[in-house]
């Protein structure tokens, strides 16, 4: 199994940065995708933001491109998450997940450990 603890959430306002982190442990070997999802009340859980942790090969939803960066650091089994030019409509729980295997790179269902959620809240 693998353990996923997010930290960094908060508020902020619009057009600020936020910094999200992810420590990984146990069995993270088994571990080929690291992601970043997020969900506010009444909408699908959305992802944003995933990493191949094998070459740090990066895939961004179309809402976050350009302004969120995903990154890693394998000797520490951590990934990072930097939010910049913070909008209103990024205020959501935010969720690390991994997953063991290839797919649809967005398909929250093919992720199979998944952190407690961090708030980040952007105010206008």
């Known amino acids: 199994q693998v353990q996923l603890v997010e930290s960094g959430g908060g508020s902020v306002q619009a057009g600020g940065s936020l910094r999200l982190s992810c420590a990984a442990s146990g069995s993270t070997y088994s571990v080929k995708f690291l992601g970043w999802f997020r969900q506010t009340p009444g909408k699908e859980r959305e992802g944003v933001a995933v990493?191949?942790?094998?070459?740090?090969?990066?895939f961004y939803a179309d809402s976050v491109k350009g302004r969120f960066t995903i990154s890693q650091d394998n000797t520490q089994n951590t990934v990072y998450l930097q939010m910049n030019s913070l909008k209103p409509e990024d205020t959501a729980k935010y969720y690390c997940?991994?997953?063991?295997?290839?797919?649809?790179?967005?398909?929250?269902?093919?992720?199979?450990?998944w952190g407690q959620g961090i708030l980040v809240t952007v105010s206008s």
């Open positions: 997940a991994s997953r063991s295997r290839g797919g649809f790179i967005f398909r929250s269902a093919e992720f199979e450990y």
């Open positions: 990493i191949r942790t094998g070459d740090s090969t990066t």
